[in-house]
């Protein structure tokens, strides 16, 4: 069973039925008015938790910031209407909810932890009062907590591509200047008496001699380009990468809740919600 000390962390916490499942936030919590111990809660059931349903807290336990009701979704929901007058529960209204949910009204001890912490209940006389969670977290003023959904916005990694070296072979003309060097014959005429070494090697001059029909010849040479290809290492080639940064823009939609404003609320707008400007003067 709660105690006073938790009502703190009830206020605004998520509520779990018996099955597990998710209800719903608590609203409110009302107290007794004797001990001051948490006897009921109203848990924001409904399409965006606009409806409100009265569960008792004789069963309920706290752990972890959520909150077991012991009761399932569609018990709750079925819950009679009742509308506290000033924040405060009657007796026929505790007797109500207490019949619904076929508990004893005043509980037993099998709803308590034990003798000192078990709330009571006197017949006649108002036994609960509303305790709700105001800005600062105290308990007193009627509140209710506004929510709305944010973008979490993050990236993760994904392959994009593939990259590998590959060689391939391509062909092109190249054109090279290469000097080479030829020989060509030159007629050289050297007057008798006037000879070198070499010319006379190359045959006596004999006075007299006769005439003949002798043909000398000379062999020229040249130099012609020889062409040929040889394979030599040049470069290393490696692959790898690098990053750079970009900015994109996401978008999505959220939901958030808005408060609506009913009755005679001196300095309250219509609803709650659409902006910071957006307040209700107490």
Do not use: W
């Amino acid at each position: 069973m709660l105690s006073s000390d938790d009502v703190q962390q009830v206020v605004g916490a998520d509520a779990y039925g018996s099955d597990g499942s998710k209800l719903g936030r608590i609203g409110q919590v009302f107290l007794d008015d004797q001990t001051g111990e948490p006897v009921f809660a109203t848990v924001n059931t409904g399409l965006f938790g606009l409806a409100e349903n009265f569960v008792p807290l004789a069963q309920a336990s706290l752990s972890g910031g959520r909150v077991d009701v012991g009761f399932d979704k569609d018990k709750i929901k079925g819950a009679p209407n009742v509308s506290p007058d000033g924040g405060h529960l009657s007796p026929e209204e505790e007797q109500t909810l207490y019949d619904y949910y076929d508990l004893t009204y005043p509980p037993t001890d099998s709803y308590a932890d034990n003798a000192t912490e078990r709330v009571t209940y006197e017949q006649g006389t108002d036994t609960g009062h509303a305790a709700t969670q105001t800005s600062s977290g105290a308990a007193g003023d009627a509140a209710m907590i506004r929510s709305e959904e944010q973008l979490r916005v993050g990236t993760r990694r994904e392959v994009t591509g593939r990259a590998r070296l590959r060689k391939y072979v391509v062909t092109e003309n190249v054109t090279i200047t290469v000097p080479v060097r030829r020989e060509k014959a030159v007629l050289e005429s050297v007057p008798v008496g006037e000879e070198s070494d070499s010319d006379l090697d190359a045959g006596e001059i004999v006075e007299g001699a006769p005439l003949s029909g002798e043909q000398p010849e000379v062999i020229l040479y040249e130099e012609v380009p020889v062409v040929e290809t040889v394979v030599r290492p040049v470069e290393r080639v490696r692959l790898g990468t690098e990053e750079f940064q970009t900015e994109e823009v996401v978008t999505g939609e959220v939901r958030k809740e808005q408060i609506a404003v009913e009755g005679d609320v001196a300095g309250a707008t219509d609803s709650l919600g659409d902006g910071p400007e957006d307040t209700i003067d107490r």
